[in-house]
Every structure is written in structure tokens, then in C-alpha cells.
């Protein structure tokens, strides 16, 4: 396992209080990385999707990545907040990005899909960049369409990542689990079914008995905190659920407040939280580890990568990009858990170190011998782009519950 990957890459400076939900009416953009973009306007734009750039998840990932790319290279780079969920809230965005001279416009997550439709033919000479991102338009019944050659997309194999969260669980010692997903999306349903087969992987190497695996399972229909989250979580945990993978950008902050509320009612620190998409160690004491996509330096990558090929995607990475969905996984050292302690400035600039690997008996050493049967194609873990659970009742030895 290369140490960059869960180091450097992954570790976030978080810098505000989390933002999620419905976003406010504040239209646009504060944090530029340049004095021609504190001018109005800025080279790359990053247009958020429901969240915003503090979420401690997507959103603020992708904008890192921005970041990164623009202190390195000097061009300037901005954000804007759309002023609702919408798909013409998303288009306003970037015409907005557009009209203040963006060349590049990032966009972090599915509810783009539709977004992109419109305005790959409407700017053929801006160059768009999807993550996780598909030619779907999702405002349409989900009617497929081609993505043109000034779009890229970023897809990653989440089920590759859920599945490394779910063996370390079980080889933890944990054997009730709970996965409460966002949206039933491909994304999110492809971390949860890796989880389940994770967790079932490690209870056949443990000789576990047959169906001695339970886990909870699901979708809360929003990547938003919500109270209903709260207490259908707390429901598991009192009911005997010890850890429960939080699969959905902000929701965590739902989940981890079940988890806090039981643990004190009970009198102590048992109830446990998966995060997601990044490293969340920082935000609690109670999210064990993290099942983490590489986004940050992979768009600090394909930004590099547009510029120097003269603004046109091409070939990245061995791979042919323009109006292509490319995926990263194991392969790529892109997915995986933290292993690693860092740093990191709070909003006070006061330095905080965090040590992301809080397992006890689960060790790194086992993790990285997991990783590598993963990478080198010993185990193969299932994935789906169909959004729909595919469990796999036949062949796995775990329980699943609504």
C-alpha cells in the first residue's frame, strides 16, 4: 500500500463547521486562490452540488484538489453554491462560472448528470470535469445520452472500498453491523454491497459460523442530517447494531449522533461509525475508520493533465479520457482505509493531530495484505452500475435486514 495515498492525499484541512442539506440562498462563491479571481472571476470554477465546500466530505475533497492544482500551477480557481437542489440551479452556476471566465468547471457528484447534458453543447470551448458523473440524465427518466469530448468523468470503485471496511470490521471482532446509505445510487449502493462482502470475506477466513454475520441495511433517501436518520439509527444501536457504516456525505452527522446518544444512555463508548469518501477521524471519536476515494489528488491530477495537453482531455493515466467515464480502484492506489496519523490547522489555526487508524485488534499489516489480493486480482469483488442492490443471498453467509 503506498503511504502517499492515505497521507498526503486523503488527509483534509477542515476548516468550518459542517454544511449540509438544502443549500441557502447565497448564490455564490467566497474563497478564491488568486488575485484575478478575488477580481470576479477565476480560470477553474467548482460548482457544488447540495452541500458545501466545508461538508467534510465530496464537496470539500474535490475543492482541495482544486486548491492543490492552483497554488502549484498560479491559475486562479473559484467556487460557486448553486441556490437549491435543482437542475437549473446547477446550469445558473456554471453559466455564472462561464460568464466570469471559466475554462474548466468541476463538478462533484451524480446530481450533475442532467447539468452536464446541457452544458457540454452549450460550451463547447469550456472543459467540464464530472466526478462520479455519468451521461444520464437523471431529469429525463434516466435516458441515456454520449458525453461530448470536452467532458470527463471520474468514477471510482467503491465497492473495492466498502469491501476493506467491512473485512476490518469483522476482523475487528464486530459481527453486528449496520449500512445506512444516502441515495440508492450506483456509488453509494456499490460501497455498501463491497461492505457486506467484505464482512462476509473475513467471517469465512475467521471460520466463523454460517449466518453468525448480521448487518442492518438501509438507504435514507438524502445525503443530508435529518432526524429521522437520528432515530431510526438509534434504533439499531439499541437493539444490539455496534457499528454502522455512514454511507452518504453528510448524513454521518446524523448517524454519529445515534451512536453518541446510545453510548450515554447505556453508560459507554460501545456504539461505533464508518465514514465515507474521506477521512472523517477528525469530526469524532466514535467513527473507527473511514472507507476513503482519492478524490482530492485525483482531481489535482486530471487538472494538471488538462493543461498540459493544451486544454483537451486526452490520454491521463494510461487511459483515453474525452467523453469518457473513467474508473479508479485498487489498481490506481486510489480507494482504501487511512492508515496514517497527520495534521491539520482548525478554523483557529490551532494544529490538530489525528491518528485515523483507531482498530485494536485489526492490524495494518493485515490490511495490507488484504489490499494486495485485492490488487492483484486474487479476490474480486462484485460491482454493480445498475443502482440496485445486487446481495448476493446464494454465496454470502450474512443476514441482511430492512
Known sequence: MKKSLLVASFALVLTGLVSCGTPTTSSS???????AAAAGGAEIALVTDVGNIDDHSFNEACWKGCQDYSTASGVSTKY???????????????????????KVVVMPGFLFNSSIKIVQDKYPAVRFLGVDCDPSDADNGYAAYDFKTNVTSIKYNENEAGFFAGYAIVKEGYTNLGFCGGIA???????????LWGADYAAKEMNLADKSIKCNYWYAGTFAPSGDIVTKMAGWYEGGTKVI???GGGIYASVDKAAADTNTSNGNEACQVIGVDV?????????ITSSMKNLQKTVTVYLDALYKNNMAWGTIQGQETAGKSIYKGVTDDAVGLPTDAYSYKDINNVTVNVDPWRFKNFTKEEYQAI???VKDGTIKVPHTDTGKDIFPVTKVDTTYVE
Open 185 to 195: 445510487v450506483p456509488a453509494v449502493v456499490n460501497y455498501g454491497q463491497g461492505y
Open 29 to 35: 462563491a467566497a474563497a478564491t486562490s488568486s488575485s
Open 80 to 102: 460557486y453554491r448553486p441556490t437549491e437542489d435543482s437542475t437549473t440551479a446547477r446550469v445558473s452556476m456554471i453559466d455564472t462560472a462561464v460568464a466570469n471566465g471559466a
Open 279 to 287: 477521512d472523517q477521524s477528525s469530526l469524532s471519536p466514535r467513527i
Open 245 to 247: 457504516f455512514s454511507c
Open 371 to 373: 489490499y494486495a489480493k
